[in-house]
């Protein structure tokens, strides 16, 4: 079980090195899906451990929530929303994509040394899984900060949600069910929101470069 929990946070990471080294916005909500599935699969690992020591299901309806949310509405709601705008491959960054790839991985070594700095973690897997997850949060933000498009922002948001979902997951397999369906809500409620800002960034301005919001200066 700790292999395969090991795989697939180190697979869950490296989706989030695709996710920056990306241009096209379609590609950005494709890899926000692989990534959530992955994280769906672990959470059913977990289900089906806690399931055979106690019968617990929690974990099941957790993982059903991931993929009904994450991997399919969430996903489809951003790819209606992008057809209703510009199709374009984004072009504007603030650094180009090698070096963006490259501070990335710079990210991870960096929690890398911090993480296993702390020395609060007797199991070494964990470790290893933890460093994993707190990297996706802070390339997360890393991918928010140098998209200037909408829909990358809104995306990178989504992955550093995953991450710190991931991070509680592999630390402690999770928080409480109530806790977990509440994040889902605000989570929901947060795409909604953004969502509509995408439209009418569009609608004011016929793009969903978030730099032209400049323009409201007074």
């Not at 494709?30 to 699969?41: E, G, P, V």
């Not at 650094?95 to 960096?110: S, W």
């Not at 409480?176 to 989570?187: A, E, S, T």
């Amino acid at each position: 079980m700790t292999t395969y929990m090991d795989i697939i946070s180190l697979l869950i990471l490296v989706s989030s090195f695709v996710l920056v080294a990306n241009k096209k916005q379609t590609s950005y909500i494709k890899t926000f899906r692989i990534q959530s599935f992955l994280i769906a699969l672990s959470m059913a690992a977990i289900g089906f451990r806690h399931f055979q020591q106690n019968g617990r299901i929690d974990a099941f309806i957790l993982c059903a929530l991931i993929i009904g949310l994450k991997v399919i509405y969430i996903p489809n709601l951003l790819n209606k929303t992008y057809d209703k705008v510009e199709h374009k491959v984004e072009k504007d960054f603030y650094l180009n994509i090698p070096i963006l790839t490259l501070l990335a991985c710079g990210i991870a070594v960096f929690v890398y040394f911090i993480v296993t700095g702390i020395g609060q973690f007797d199991n070494r897997d964990i470790t290893m899984q933890v460093v994993n997850m707190v990297s996706v949060v802070l390339i997360g933000i890393f991918f928010m900060i140098t998209r200037k498009k909408a829909i990358g922002q809104i995306v990178g948001f989504l992955v550093v949600e995953n991450g710190i979902f991931g991070t509680a997951m592999f630390a402690a397999e999770g928080m409480p069910l109530i806790v977990d369906i509440g994040i889902f809500i605000d989570l929901l409620t947060g795409v909604l929101i953004m969502g509509l800002m995408v439209f009418r960034i569009n609608d004011k301005f016929d793009s969903i470069n978030t730099n032209k919001l400049k323009k409201l200066k007074g």
